[in-house]
């Protein structure tokens, strides 16, 4: 099992995956939230005011095969996202 910086596990991490470096703390990149299966950092090139991303802490090397058995990890991330207040309103 990996760790990140903040002693919590990493599932299973690809090296050349920014992703999976930002996730595991070995970028500058700061994390706004994570589990011990998600992390939540800022977008690299934001679209909107508030941009975020998500992303499991498990390496994904293609979302088409993703089945109902990862379904609890993007409800995870929806949650994480009410939880934690990085849901806002603007109108």
Known sequence: MV??????????IKSDCIFCSIA???????I?????NV???DDRSPKARYHFQC????HIRD???LTHKDI???????????TNNFYFFHF
Not at 55 to 58: G, L, Q, R
């Open 63 to 65: 979302p088409k095969k």
């Open 3 to 12: 760790y990140n910086d903040k002693n919590r596990p990493m599932l299973q």
């Open 55 to 58: 992303v499991p802490k498990t």
């Open 39 to 41: 992390a939540i950092f």
């Open 32 to 36: 706004r939230s994570e589990t011990d």
């Open 72 to 82: 609890p990890l993007g409800k995870l991330c929806v949650g994480l996202f009410f």
């Open 24 to 30: 595991s703390g070995k970028t500058d990149q700061p």
